[in-house]
């Protein structure tokens, strides 16, 4: 089924229109008055479900912004297009594909349709031979060639087949099992598998190739570099079998590698790569947490679904943020967001959001394929507090850009130390307090500062920021926490009517890559087509591997 495309531009609509007037009014309002006039902003404007607390209060609006951001939303194709989504319809218009990773996490019992037939059974299918394998593994009953049980497990992936894998391993390093060590390799750089590696026995190693189509170059690349390193120790090509599963939507390809599909585990091309982790894609954090923990994060993926499903817009947190995104975006003219938080855990969350924004929403025609004349999608970015705030917070606090800030936070902390969590917690506050109300040079020059040093020691302030806040990182708030994001960036990219599930964008480089391969290889001798400087840099390369060069 083909999704109607009917949408009046965007920068026509009448709240469009209005929220361009009602900025002209607003614009120069200060958190600090906003604040001032209002003694419960701080409690009004928040959001809770599912065990999240969203404190939007520190962002520039006022409650007009919010009706008319709703108002937004509501005549935008927003109501239809999440219908659409989890009805199974092909959403994402230009690959003619249904887009269901919300199937990924339905309960047994209930049912989503994809070209008419319920995918839930064969992903609960899926689930369970994850389950059976990872507990072998688990339990030491797996065993490679030589007899020995598996210590080490690599996923080699790239992508949406890397970013979700390793940031949930990180971020639930603390519920895995300890005498397994976990690796990623993505990087094509021989630099990454050879480091990875290096200290491992290969009698005791598991690699999962990882790779929705089976074709990406440097997960190929690397998956034969493995096959390699096994096959140096262990000699016999049947050693593959007990030491190499994939996770794939292409078996042909599968086979074509040499891989049993028996060692195969499945998703579908109905689920995007940057919203696979909870797909067969996340089998090494099932490894590495074990089943249950895996289901408690699904589940917690799932509530927060049903939240984005039927909660009313105005307390719909993936609305909410989603439009509170768009107003900086698209009004204040913030270019990015800056992620930040505050448990160390998550320390490549930014990194994986990187994906899940910049690839869905980094577009710049709509759906009907025309040029869009608004900003799209924001640059993301960040790093956990509080190793920022003594890196970039500087330009957050004083540069000459606007910085929207996500604050993460968890009130109680999983590793218990002295005083450690509460100052963590109060940095956190803190930052954000500091952004919103910042110093005033009067407050400045009060405290006795020369005159002529008031000025660097002022904070104009004004500077917004979310705050969000969870109990504790679970696997259950985990799943939480990605769906928000995955369900923003499906509001901001329905209201700015872009198809926020393809990514084009990647294919011009990885064509002219195949094409400069094998001239790099040919030492660069031959005819070279290519712009001035591409030629130049080709044939310096070409030079350095002339037997004569750095002699
Ligand atoms: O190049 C971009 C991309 O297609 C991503 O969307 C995807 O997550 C990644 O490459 C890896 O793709 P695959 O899982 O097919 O190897």
Redesign the pocket.
């Given at each position: 089924m083909r999704m109607e495309i009917s949408i009046a531009p965007l920068t026509t609509l009448p709240a469009w229109q209005a929220l361009e007037t009602h900025y002209s009014k607003v614009r120069e309002l200060h958190l600090r008055k906003l604040f001032a006039d209002d003694a419960k902003r701080g409690e009004r404007m928040t959001a809770e479900a599912v065990g999240i607390y969203f404190d939007y209060s520190k962002h520039r609006i006022t409650d007009e912004t919010l009706r008319l951001l709703l108002q937004l939303a509501e005549e935008s194709t927003l109501r239809a297009r999440i219908d659409a989504m989890f009805r199974g319809e092909k959403i994402n218009v230009t690959e003619k594909r249904a887009v269901l990773h919300v199937a990924l996490r339905a309960p047994q019992g209930q049912s989503i349709m994809a070209e008419g037939k319920d995918v839930v059974p064969q992903v609960r299918a899926v689930l369970a031979r994850m389950a059976g394998f990872s507990n072998r593994v688990r339990s030491g009953e797996w065993k490679g060639h030589t007899g020995k049980r598996i210590r080490n497990v690599i996923n080699i992936?790239?992508?949406?087949?890397d970013l979700g894998p390793v940031m949930a391993y990180e971020a639930l390093r603390f519920y895995s099992q300890r005498d397994l060590t976990f690796r990623f390799v993505s990087n094509v750089d021989g630099t990454d598998f050879a480091e990875a590696t290096r200290d491992l026995d290969p009698e005791e190693t598991l690699f999962i190739i990882?790779?929705?189509?089976?074709?990406?170059l440097e997960?190929m690349t690397n998956a034969h570099t493995a096959r390699d390193w096994l096959l140096q120790t262990l000699k016999h090509p049947a050693a593959v079998a007990r030491h190499f599963v994939t996770v794939s939507t292409n078996a042909m390809e599968v086979t074509k590698f040499g891989i049993d599909t028996a060692n195969m585990f499945e998703f579908w091309d109905w689920v995007?790569?940057?919203y696979?982790m909870d797909s067969a894609?996340g089998l090494s954090t099932m490894i590495a947490i074990g089943p249950d923990h895996f289901r408690a994060m699904l589940n917690g993926f799932h509530q927060m679904d049903e939240h984005f499903r039927t909660a009313p817009f105005e307390r719909n947190l993936p609305v909410l943020m989603g439009l509170i995104g768009l107003w900086n975006n698209n009004f204040f003219g913030a270019q990015t967001v800056a992620v930040l938080p505050y448990e160390q855990y998550l320390k490549r969350f930014p990194a994986y959001l990187q994906?899940l924004t910049m690839?869905s929403n980094g577009k710049h025609v709509t759906l009907a394929g025309t040029e869009v004349d608004y900003q799209t999608g924001p640059i993301y970015w960040g790093e956990p507090g509080t190793n920022g705030q003594h890196s970039f917070y500087q330009l957050i606090h004083q540069g000459t850009k606007l910085i929207p800030c996500d604050f993460i936070g968890f009130l109680r902390p999983l590793n218990p130390l002295g005083r450690h969590h509460d100052l963590l917690f109060a940095n956190m506050l803190a930052q954000a307090e500091a952004l919103a109300f910042g110093k005033t040079s009067q407050e400045v020059q009060a405290e006795g500062t020369p005159t002529w040093l008031a000025p660097h020691r002022t904070f104009e302030g004004n500077r917004p920021s979310s705050t969000f806040l969870l109990e504790r990182l679970t696997p259950e708030a985990l799943g939480k926490l990605i769906a928000l994001y995955e369900h923003s960036v499906f509001t901001q990219g329905a209201i700015w009517g872009i198809d926020s599930f393809d990514?084009w964008g990647?294919e011009l480089g990885?064509a002219l890559a195949a094409r400069i391969i094998p001239e790099l290889e040919a030492g660069a001798e031959g005819q070279l087509t290519h712009d001035g400087s591409t030629n130049t840099l080709i044939k310096r390369y070409g030079r350095a591997k002339e037997p004569s060069h750095g002699r």
């Amino acid at each position: 089924m083909r999704m109607e495309i009917s949408i009046a531009p965007l920068t026509t609509l009448p709240a469009w229109q209005a929220l361009e007037t009602h900025y002209s009014k607003v614009r120069e309002l200060h958190l600090r008055k906003l604040f001032a006039d209002d003694a419960k902003r701080g409690e009004r404007m928040t959001a809770e479900a599912v065990g999240i607390y969203f404190d939007y209060s520190k962002h520039r609006i006022t409650d007009e912004t919010l009706r008319l951001l709703l108002q937004l939303a509501e005549e935008s194709t927003l109501r239809a297009r999440i219908d659409a989504m989890f009805r199974g319809e092909k959403i994402n218009v230009t690959e003619k594909r249904a887009v269901l990773h919300v199937a990924l996490r339905a309960p047994q019992g209930q049912s989503i349709m994809a070209e008419g037939k319920d995918v839930v059974p064969q992903v609960r299918a899926v689930l369970a031979r994850m389950a059976g394998f990872s507990n072998r593994v688990r339990s030491g009953e797996w065993k490679g060639h030589t007899g020995k049980r598996i210590r080490n497990v690599i996923n080699i992936g790239i992508g949406g087949s890397d970013l979700g894998p390793v940031m949930a391993y990180e971020a639930l390093r603390f519920y895995s099992q300890r005498d397994l060590t976990f690796r990623f390799v993505s990087n094509v750089d021989g630099t990454d598998f050879a480091e990875a590696t290096r200290d491992l026995d290969p009698e005791e190693t598991l690699f999962i190739i990882s790779s929705k189509t089976f074709t990406t170059l440097e997960t190929m690349t690397n998956a034969h570099t493995a096959r390699d390193w096994l096959l140096q120790t262990l000699k016999h090509p049947a050693a593959v079998a007990r030491h190499f599963v994939t996770v794939s939507t292409n078996a042909m390809e599968v086979t074509k590698f040499g891989i049993d599909t028996a060692n195969m585990f499945e998703f579908w091309d109905w689920v995007g790569g940057r919203y696979s982790m909870d797909s067969a894609i996340g089998l090494s954090t099932m490894i590495a947490i074990g089943p249950d923990h895996f289901r408690a994060m699904l589940n917690g993926f799932h509530q927060m679904d049903e939240h984005f499903r039927t909660a009313p817009f105005e307390r719909n947190l993936p609305v909410l943020m989603g439009l509170i995104g768009l107003w900086n975006n698209n009004f204040f003219g913030a270019q990015t967001v800056a992620v930040l938080p505050y448990e160390q855990y998550l320390k490549r969350f930014p990194a994986y959001l990187q994906q899940l924004t910049m690839e869905s929403n980094g577009k710049h025609v709509t759906l009907a394929g025309t040029e869009v004349d608004y900003q799209t999608g924001p640059i993301y970015w960040g790093e956990p507090g509080t190793n920022g705030q003594h890196s970039f917070y500087q330009l957050i606090h004083q540069g000459t850009k606007l910085i929207p800030c996500d604050f993460i936070g968890f009130l109680r902390p999983l590793n218990p130390l002295g005083r450690h969590h509460d100052l963590l917690f109060a940095n956190m506050l803190a930052q954000a307090e500091a952004l919103a109300f910042g110093k005033t040079s009067q407050e400045v020059q009060a405290e006795g500062t020369p005159t002529w040093l008031a000025p660097h020691r002022t904070f104009e302030g004004n500077r917004p920021s979310s705050t969000f806040l969870l109990e504790r990182l679970t696997p259950e708030a985990l799943g939480k926490l990605i769906a928000l994001y995955e369900h923003s960036v499906f509001t901001q990219g329905a209201i700015w009517g872009i198809d926020s599930f393809d990514q084009w964008g990647v294919e011009l480089g990885k064509a002219l890559a195949a094409r400069i391969i094998p001239e790099l290889e040919a030492g660069a001798e031959g005819q070279l087509t290519h712009d001035g400087s591409t030629n130049t840099l080709i044939k310096r390369y070409g030079r350095a591997k002339e037997p004569s060069h750095g002699r």
